[in-house]
C-alpha cells in the first residue's frame, strides 16, 4: 500500500490492481479511503448533507410551486403543446351551417328577418337531423317583420330537437349582470344552452364549464344541452372539476360549475361548413345531414365571434361556431378532459423530484437518475393527459428534475476541479523550461502569468507584474510606418516586432506573437503572448511577419501595404479599386468535431480555391481565423468585374469539402466595396467591406456596402441621442383634439397627442420616435411627463373657469409592465385632479400583447374612478369574447373604416356591427378621423355617440385650445 497525503486534510489509500474488485472481466481500479469525511467515493461528508439539504429544499419548493400554480404561464404553454399534438379528424355526425360572406351577399345586411331561420329549421328538420343547435341571438323582437317571429317559434316547436343560447349580459339600467335569454315564444319551444366562455390570464380558452347561470348553475353548456335531447346510448355525463363556489349565490352572480379541458380536434377550418344558401337552395335530402347534429352559427366578416385556442397556436382565431363543435365531437366521443386536482398534482410533483435524488444514491450515476427522471415526467404526462383524460402541470417538477441535475454536476466535480489544478501545475512545470517567453493577460489585458523567460526578457518577476496591464510594459510597431501600435490591436496569430516601455532603444529588439483564449462561443477570456528576443526571432524567419504558416497567403499587415500601394497608383491613374471581404461560418464546429489538423486541412483547400479562382496580378489574403481578403487589380476593375469575380468566389467556396473521408458544408458571405465610392484610404475601404458583411442578417451571399443602409443606421441612432435628450431641453410638446357628443354638438372630452420639435425645428411623428422611446427604456420618463402636464393643464383650466370633463391618455404597452396605476394615482393627488376627469387609451395590439399585465392595471386604474378605452378597434382582435372580459367603457373605430364609410358599403356594414355590439355591451363608441360632413352625418344615423377629426378641429396647443374652451364652454360645437 502507499500513502499519499493532500493540501485538504484528506489521506488516502490507493490499492494495486490486484486488491481491487473483479467486475467480470477485470479488475476494477476502486479506490478505498479511510478518511473520515469520505465515503469510499471521496465526496465529502459534508457535501453529501448538503446535497441532501439543497434536493429536500428544492422538492418542498417544488411542491408548493405546484400546488399554488405558481408555474402556470409555463404550464399552459406545454399543455398548448401537448393539445397541437393530440389533434385528430372531425367526428363526421356533427355538421356547421354559417351565416357566411356569400350568405350576407344573398340576403342582405344583417341581421336577417326571422323567416330566414325559420325555412332553415324547417329544411333541417326535415333533413333529419338528430338536434339543432342555433347559436344566433333572438333577445330582441323582429319590429320589421312580427310574423318573422311567430314563423320561427312555429317552426321550432314543429321540430321539438332545436337549442337556442343563453349568456350573461350587463343591464343598461343598473349596470348589474342579467341573463340574456331568446324570445319567450322562441324559448319555449328550445331547450337553452349558456354560450358563457371563460378565457385564461394570456387570453386563451382551454376549459369551459358545463354548468352555468345567474345565482345558480342551471344552464348546461350549449353543445352539451344539444346532446342531452337525445343522448346517444350509453352517453354519460363526463367527469368534471367542481367549483368550490357553485352554491347559490346573489341574483347579480353569474355561477360555473363542473369545469372540463376541451380537446381540440384542430384548428380552425377542421370542420366542414355548409353555408346558408346551400341549406336553402338545395332538396333537404341531398343535404345529407340525416341523424346528424347540426350547429348554426355566424362567421361573416366583422359579425361572427372568434377566440384564441390552443389549437390555432395563438395566430389565428376559432370561431365560435367551431368551437362548440369541438365540444360537441368530445362530449359525443367521451374525450373531454380535466384537470388534476391541486393537492394531487403537489404529491406527484413531490415524488418525481424525491425519486431521482433517492435513485442517485443507490445507482451511482447521478447524471443518469436525473436525465431518466425528467423523461419520466414528460411520459407520466404524457400518459395521464392521452389515457386517462387528467392533465397533470409538469413545470413545477421539470423545472425542479432539471435544477437538481445541475446541482448534481455542481455538488460533484471537485474532484475534477482537483485534478485540474494538478495538470495546471504539470503545464506551469513544462512551460519552465521554453525558451521563448510566455505571458498569460486576463480578457482587459492585465497579467496573469509570466514564465522564467518572460521575466528574464521583461526584466522583472511575475510578483511585480501581476494585475498590471501588458500596455505598460510593451508596445507594438507597425512594419509599414514604425508608428506606435498598442499590443492589444494587433493581428492575432502574426508576428510583430515590439519594446519595452521606457526602454529608449531606438530598434526594437523582440518579436511578439498574440493569440486570443476563447470558449466555444468565440467569447475571448484571455490572451497567450510569446516574446523572442532578435536572434530567436529572425532564426524564426521574417517571412512569418507577413505570411499565414497555414495557407501560405499574405498576412493582414502585408494585405493593408499591398492595399495602399494599389490605392496610390488609382488615385494617380483615376481608377477604380475593388475589395471583397470573406467571412466564413461553421469553423469552430468542425475544429470541435474534427480537430485542428483538420481545420487546417480545410483552410488549405479554401485558400487553394481562393487562388485558383481569381488571376494572378489579384491579392488574396488571410485576414483573421476565418476571414479571406480578395483585392482586384486596379487595371481591369468596375462593379460588373466585382460582382462576377464574387459570384464565382461565393460558387466555389460553397462547393462541398472532403476532409478525412467526411462532407463538410460551409456558409460564406462576401462583402464588396469600391475605391473611390466606397472610401477614400485603405482603412475605411476595408470597414466598409466588413460592414457589407455585418449588415447581411444572417443570410450568406454577396452583399454589396450601402451608403443608405449606412446612414439610415446612423440616422437612427442620431435620432435615440437626440430622445434621450429631449424633455431636459423642453423639445416634447402637446396638443389637445376635441372628442364633440355627436347629438348635442357639444365638447365632452378630448384627447392628448404627443409632439417632439426636435432641435427645436421640425416636429417628429409620435410614429417614428414612440418605438424608439420604448426600445431604450425612455417611455416610463416620457409617459410620467405627459401625465404631469396633463393634469397640470387641466387644473389651469379650471382655475380660469374653463371646464372639461374627460382627457383621454395614450398609454404604452411598456408602461403596463410597471406600476401604472400607483404612479397615476401619484400624479392626480399632486394635482388634484379627480380621477373620474382621466381615461387611458390603449390600442387592440396592446392589450393583446400583455394581457395579464393590461387587465390588472387597467381593473386598478377604473377602481380608483377612472375610465379605459380601446384605440383603433376593428383592426385587431375585434371579437365579443375580448369585449366582455376587458375592463373598458368605451371603444373608437379606426379612422380607416371612418374615411371610406361613404364609398365602400362593407366599412358602413363594419362600423354598423360595431355600434350595435358596443350598445350591447353598454359601451359608449368614439369615431375618429372624422373628415367630411356625410361621414358625421351617416354616424349620427347610425346612432354613434361621440365624435373627432379635422372636421371638427385639428389638434391644438394647449393656449388655442384654452380659447377653444372658452368659446365653447356650454354652447354647441360649431361643425
Not at 493582414?556 to 481608377?575: C, E, F, P, T, Y
Request: aromatic letters at 6%; glycine letters at 10%.
Amino acid at each position: 500500500m502507499v500513502s499519499r497525503g493532500r493540501s485538504d486534510g484528506c489521506r488516502r489509500w490507493w490499492f494495486p490492481p490486484r486488491s481491487g474488485i473483479w467486475d467480470g472481466s477485470s479488475w476494477s481500479r476502486r479506490r478505498s479511503c479511510c478518511c473520515c469525511r469520505c465515503n469510499g467515493d471521496h465526496t465529502p461528508i459534508e457535501a453529501k448533507r448538503t446535497d441532501r439539504l439543497l434536493t429536500l429544499l428544492l422538492a418542498a419548493a417544488a411542491v408548493a410551486a405546484s400546488y399554488f400554480g405558481i408555474l402556470q404561464p409555463l404550464d399552459r404553454a406545454i399543455y398548448d403543446l401537448a393539445i397541437r399534438g393530440m389533434q385528430r379528424a372531425p367526428d363526421p355526425t356533427v355538421a356547421i351551417v354559417v351565416v357566411d360572406d356569400d350568405a350576407l351577399a344573398v340576403f342582405g345586411r344583417w341581421p336577417w328577418p326571422r323567416r330566414i331561420h325559420a325555412e332553415l329549421v324547417r329544411k333541417l328538420t326535415a333533413a333529419g337531423a338528430r338536434g339543432i343547435g342555433m347559436d344566433i341571438l333572438f333577445a330582441e323582437a323582429d319590429e320589421g317583420d312580427p310574423d318573422g317571429d311567430r314563423m320561427l317559434a312555429r317552426a321550432i316547436q314543429e321540430s321539438g330537437r332545436v337549442v337556442l343560447p343563453v349568456f350573461p349580459a350587463p343591464d343598461g339600467n343598473s349596470g348589474r349582470l342579467r341573463e340574456s335569454l331568446p324570445l319567450l315564444p322562441l324559448r319555449s319551444g328550445a331547450s337553452l344552452g349558456h354560450v358563457d366562455v371563460e378565457l385564461d390570464p394570456d387570453g386563451m380558452v382551454r376549459g369551459l364549464y358545463l354548468l352555468a347561470g345567474l345565482g345558480r348553475p342551471r344552464w348546461p353548456a350549449f353543445s352539451l344541452a344539444l346532446l342531452q335531447q337525445d343522448p346517444p346510448p350509453g352517453w354519460h355525463l363526463p367527469a368534471a372539476q367542481r367549483n368550490p363556489e357553485r352554491e347559490p349565490a346573489g341574483t347579480g352572480v353569474w355561477v360555473r360549475d363542473r369545469r372540463v379541458l376541451i380537446p381540440y380536434t384542430g384548428p380552425q377550418g377542421h370542420y366542414p361548413l355548409l353555408s346558408y344558401v346551400d341549406v336553402l337552395d338545395r332538396p333537404a335530402g341531398s343535404l345529407g345531414l340525416q341523424d346528424k347534429w347540426v350547429l348554426v352559427g355566424v362567421v361573416a366578416t366583422g359579425i361572427g365571434d372568434s377566440l384564441p385556442v390552443p389549437a390555432t397556436g395563438g395566430h389565428r382565431l376559432m370561431s365560435g361556431i367551431e368551437f362548440n363543435a369541438n365540444v360537441l365531437d368530445a362530449l359525443l366521443n367521451d374525450r373531454m378532459m380535466r384537470p388534476l386536482g391541486p393537492l394531487w398534482s403537489a404529491l406527484l410533483t413531490g415524488l418525481l423530484v424525491l425519486s431521482p435524488a433517492v435513485a442517485a444514491r443507490r445507482w451511482h450515476h447521478g447524471a443518469l437518475a436525473w436525465s431518466l427522471f425528467l423523461l419520466l415526467t414528460l411520459a407520466i404526462d404524457v400518459t395521464l393527459l392521452a389515457g386517462a383524460g387528467l392533465w397533470y402541470p409538469p413545470a413545477s417538477a421539470l423545472l425542479a428534475t432539471t435544477l437538481g441535475l445541475l446541482l448534481w454536476h455542481w455538488l460533484h466535480t471537485g474532484g475534477r476541479l482537483r485534478r485540474v489544478e494538478l495538470e495546471s501545475e504539470v503545464v506551469r512545470a513544462s512551460l519552465t523550461d521554453l525558451d521563448s517567453g510566455l505571458i498569460s493577460t486576463d480578457a482587459a489585458g492585465c497579467v496573469e502569468y509570466l514564465n522564467p523567460a518572460a521575466e528574464r526578457l521583461l526584466g522583472r518577476p511575475l510578483v511585480q507584474l501581476r494585475g498590471r496591464p501588458v500596455t505598460e510594459m510593451l508596445v507594438c510597431e507597425a512594419l509599414s510606418t514604425g508608428a506606435p501600435l498598442p499590443v492589444e490591436t494587433k493581428p492575432e496569430g502574426e508576428q510583430v516586432r515590439c519594446r519595452l516601455v521606457g526602454s529608449g532603444v531606438a530598434d526594437p529588439c523582440l518579436w511578439l506573437t498574440m493569440r486570443a483564449i476563447r470558449d466555444k462561443t468565440g467569447r475571448v477570456h484571455g490572451r497567450i503572448l510569446t516574446l523572442r528576443d532578435r536572434a530567436t526571432g529572425e532564426q524564426g524567419g521574417g517571412g512569418a511577419v507577413q505570411i499565414d504558416p497555414v495557407t501560405g497567403l499574405p498576412g493582414r499587415s502585408l494585405m493593408m501595404i499591398q492595399l495602399k500601394q494599389v490605392l496610390s497608383r488609382a488615385a494617380r491613374s483615376g481608377g477604380e479599386v475593388a475589395l471583397l471581404y470573406i467571412r466564413l461560418d461553421r469553423f469552430r464546429r468542425i475544429s470541435a468535431g474534427m480537430g485542428f489538423q483538420a481545420l487546417e486541412r480545410l483552410l488549405e483547400e479554401v485558400a487553394f480555391r481562393l487562388r485558383n479562382t481569381v488571376r494572378e496580378s489579384d491579392v488574396v489574403a488571410r485576414n483573421g481565423s476565418d476571414e479571406f481578403t480578395v483585392l482586384l487589380d486596379a487595371a481591369d476593375t468596375s462593379a460588373q468585374a466585382a460582382t462576377r469575380v464574387g459570384r464565382k468566389l461565393l460558387e466555389e467556396l460553397t462547393r462541398p469539402y472532403f476532409i478525412d473521408g467526411q462532407r463538410v458544408q460551409l456558409l460564406v458571405y462576401i462583402g464588396v466595396c469600391a475605391y473611390p465610392h466606397d472610401g477614400r484610404d485603405a482603412e475605411e475601404l476595408l470597414q466598409n467591406a466588413c460592414s457589407a458583411v455585418n449588415h447581411t442578417s444572417g443570410r450568406s451571399g454577396l452583399h454589396f456596402f450601402s451608403r443608405s443602409r449606412q446612414r439610415r443606421t446612423e440616422q437612427q441612432q442620431r435620432l435615440e441621442s437626440d430622445l434621450a435628450g429631449a424633455l431636459e431641453r423642453g423639445e416634447l410638446e402637446l396638443r389637445f383634439q376635441p372628442q364633440i357628443d355627436i347629438a348635442s354638438s357639444r365638447m365632452v372630452a378630448a384627447e392628448v397627442l404627443l409632439r417632439w420639435r426636435r432641435n427645436g425645428r421640425d416636429l417628429v411623428s409620435p410614429m417614428e420616435f414612440i418605438p424608439i422611446a420604448e426600445e431604450c427604456g425612455l417611455i416610463q420618463d416620457i409617459g410620467l411627463w405627459v401625465f404631469e402636464q396633463a393634469c397640470r393643464h387641466l387644473t389651469t383650466w379650471e382655475g380660469k373657469g374653463l371646464w372639461l370633463p374627460r382627457l383621454a391618455i395614450n398609454v404604452s404597452p411598456v408602461q403596463l409592465e410597471g406600476e401604472l396605476t400607483q404612479m397615476l394615482a401619484q400624479v392626480m393627488e399632486r394635482h388634484g385632479v379627480d380621477p373620474s376627469r382621466l381615461e387611458l387609451e390603449l390600442t387592440e395590439g396592446a392589450i393583446i400583447q400583455a394581457m395579464e399585465s393590461a387587465v390588472r392595471a387597467l381593473s386598478a386604474f377604473q377602481k380608483l374612478g377612472g375610465s379605459v378605452a380601446v384605440d383603433d378597434f376593428g383592426t385587431g382582435y375585434s371579437t365579443f369574447s375580448y369585449l366582455r372580459q376587458l375592463p373598458i367603457d368605451r371603444i373608437k373605430i379606426d379612422k380607416s373604416f371612418i374615411h371610406d364609410m361613404t364609398l365602400e358599403q362593407d366599412d358602413d356594414i363594419i362600423i354598423l356591427s360595431i355600434i350595435s355590439m358596443a350598445k350591447g355591451l353598454d359601451l359608449e363608441v368614439v369615431a375618429e378621423g372624422v373628415e367630411r360632413s356625410e361621414q358625421l352625418a351617416l354616424l349620427r344615423a347610425h346612432g354613434c355617440h361621440l365624435a373627432q377629426g379635422y372636421l371638427l378641429s385639428p389638434p391644438l396647443p394647449p393656449e388655442r385650445f384654452s380659447t377653444l374652451l372658452q368659446k365653447g364652454s356650454g354652447r354647441p360645437f360649431p361643425v
